[in-house]
């Protein structure tokens, strides 16, 4: 059973991608979507044999394809020697018990692509738990083509009865799974908490974006590091957070997992704390593959995700373009003027990083204030207040008061202010 849901055999198989277009999806989207297919499917250790797209209204509700293009793949697979199909589209479980009777092929789409891609990649332990999690709901909706898998290898017809009861241990069994690994999930989740802490004096900056846009390397870039990096998507599935010096401030840099587009709803779930790092930023670096043909569309997946994912919009947001040695100055001068706040570098050649790190720092300093304020030693609930809030460069007692120079994020003094003039202090007075 457990076999089953690794995916895992797909090494080296030959694969069709299968797509449609229509007044939804015009045809060269649907074809950046089947070169993203592809792309995934190498990265899964699959080969692309060929791709297919189908104009259509709507997918068929029993196949998703029509009935000629099915006996068109159908021949194809025998023809051709094809392993595998591919949709770029999740499937129904009608559509793919149908699809699989009449092709004979096995089948997987875009989430199950992604979601064994993850399985593969996932090195720690919280990564490797939140990809089973997502593994698993994913499944369990699809537990009846599992079964007609396993039942056609065992002869098939007549074992529905059995089948019925043995989906339904399957999917006893799934689910008691689905708990424990919540539960380790939520135990792992407080000890990364208890590892934040402590931290949050330095101001956070967090790399996000589109798998592939160069987010790692960016990372290596500026923190003199080795983070993994590679021309495969989600090379990265874990958050690492490293130190280092942005004008004199010191910064906590952190490096997340990728987006891409569809990527599946429990995966996303499963993962929002790995993105806790992102949701306690100050400032979140946008990073865009500049070499791409669609921009906008991959900063608005990126964006969708991001409120997916309840991120809140409270972090200022500084996009990055990368790879600029790989575009002509012309198309660079066009998106200059497309995008006229965003950086644009080469993370690679280091090109434009001194740029960057300016413009971190005025964000930094956009957010943050340097105070020298006389408190009443009574309010020691604002004193207090500082202690938590904000970064105290000098403080000296001056008779009943006391003298603190600070440097503080303007929405806390604000808090500060409101909480000073709220603290009776009439005794202070007397
Ligand atoms: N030409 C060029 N290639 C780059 C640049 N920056 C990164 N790359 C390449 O782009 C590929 C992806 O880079 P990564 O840093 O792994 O990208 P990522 O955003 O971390 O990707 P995931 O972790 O998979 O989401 C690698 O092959 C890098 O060598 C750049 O400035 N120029
Ligand atoms: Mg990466």
């Not at 007044?23 to 074809?31: D, F, N, S």
């Not at 499937?91 to 699809?99: A, S």
């Not at 090195?123 to 698993?136: D, F, H, N, R, Y």
Request: aromatic share 6%.
């Amino acid at each position: 059973m457990f076999e089953e849901i690794q995916n895992s055999d797909i090494v080296q198989e030959r694969a069709l991608l299968v797509g449609i277009y229509g007044p939804e999806t015009p045809r060269v989207q649907a074809e950046e979507y089947l070169d993203e297919l592809e792309m995934l499917t190498r990265t899964a250790g699959g080969i692309t044999v060929d791709k297919v797209l189908q104009n259509r209204m709507h997918p068929d509700p029993s196949t998703y394809i029509g009935s000629g293009k099915l006996r068109e793949l159908k021949r194809r697979v025998s023809d051709e020697g094809i392993d595998t199909l591919i949709f770029d589209d999740d499937l129904t479980p009608t559509q793919i018990r149908n699809i699989e009777k009449a092709t004979k092929a096995k089948l997987l789409d875009r989430s199950g692509l992604i979601l064994d891609i993850f399985a593969s990649r996932a090195q720690t332990s919280a990564a490797k738990t939140q990809v089973e999690l997502a593994q698993l709901q994913y499944l369990l909706p699809r537990l009846t083509r599992f079964w007609t898998h396993l039942s056609r290898q065992q002869g098939g017809i007549g074992t529905r009865g059995p089948g019925e009861t043995q989906i339904e241990t399957d999917r006893r069994l799934i689910d008691k799974r689905i708990s424990n690994l919540k539960d380790k999930l939520e135990k792992l989740d407080r000890q990364r908490q208890t590892q934040r802490k402590g931290r949050s004096d330095n101001v956070r900056v967090s790399l996000v974006g589109y798998t592939n846009a160069g987010k790692s390397t960016l990372m290596n870039a500026l923190t003199d590091t080795e983070v993994l990096a590679e021309d495969r998507l989600f090379a990265t599935l874990d958050s690492t957070v490293r130190r280092c010096e942005i004008a004199n401030y010191d910064v906590l840099l952190s490096d997340t997992v990728g987006f891409i587009r569809k990527l599946p709803h429990d995966l996303i779930e499963s993962f929002k704390s790995t993105l806790d790092e992102v949701r306690e930023a100050d400032i979140l670096l946008h990073v865009v593959d500049a070499s791409s043909l669609m921009i906008q569309d991959y900063i608005d997946v990126v964006n969708e995700t991001l409120d997916d994912m309840n991120i809140t919009d409270e972090q200022k947001v500084q996009l990055v373009f990368n790879k600029i040695d790989t575009i002509d100055p012309q198309r660079i001068r066009e998106l200059k003027q497309q995008y006229p706040d965003a950086v644009f570098i080469s993370a690679e050649r280091g090109i434009g990083l001194l740029k960057l790190e300016e413009k971190i720092q005025n964000l930094i300093e956009e957010d943050f204030v340097t105070k020298t304020m006389s408190i009443p030693v009574a309010k020691y609930e604002g004193v207090a207040f500082l202690h938590r809030e904000a970064n105290i460069l000098k403080k000296e007692y001056v008779g009943s008061d006391v003298e603190v120079t600070f440097s503080i994020a303007k929405s806390d003094l604000m808090r500060l202010k409101s909480l000073l003039e709220n603290i009776d202090t009439a005794e202070s007075v007397a």
